[in-house]
């Protein structure tokens, strides 16, 4: 199983970003997708999950409206797209694919950073 995140980095206040995952070594279209955030002296935390068909999204209440997760699953690829970011999204961002829905466990990718500051 291998999870490549991309697409963190530095943003200002406000702005956007898109987070993709590109996963390989497994049946992508049979496992649900998240993503989930760990901000310093936090503990990692569920931000957007998706499930295998895409039929169903949850989203952390902090997000809710700004953020979108989405799959492709001819690319075995999921996204999470940030929209009106805040510095209180600031966090490392971790790819999960899990065959249970919305829960930790499963496989996790390294980890993209993404800083809101300005």
């Known amino acids: 199983v291998q999870l490549v995140e991309s697409g963190g980095g530095l943003v200002q206040p406000g702005g956007s970003l898109r987070l993709a995952c590109a996963a390989s070594g497994f049946p992508f279209s049979s496992y649900h997708m998240s993503w989930y955030r760990q901000a310093p002296g936090k503990e990692r935390e569920l931000v957007a999950a998706?499930?295998?068909?895409?039929?169903?999204?949850t989203y952390a209440d902090s997000v809710k409206g700004r953020f979108t997760i989405s799959r492709d699953n001819a690319k075995n690829t999921v996204y999470l797209q940030m929209n009106s970011l805040k510095p209180e999204d600031t966090a490392v961002y971790f790819c999960?694919?899990?065959?249970?829905?919305?829960?930790?466990?499963?496989?996790w990718g390294q980890g993209t950073q993404v800083t809101v500051s300005s």
């Open positions: 999960n694919a899990n065959r249970f829905y919305a829960v930790p466990g499963g496989s």
């Open positions: 998706i499930t295998s068909v895409g039929s169903m999204t």
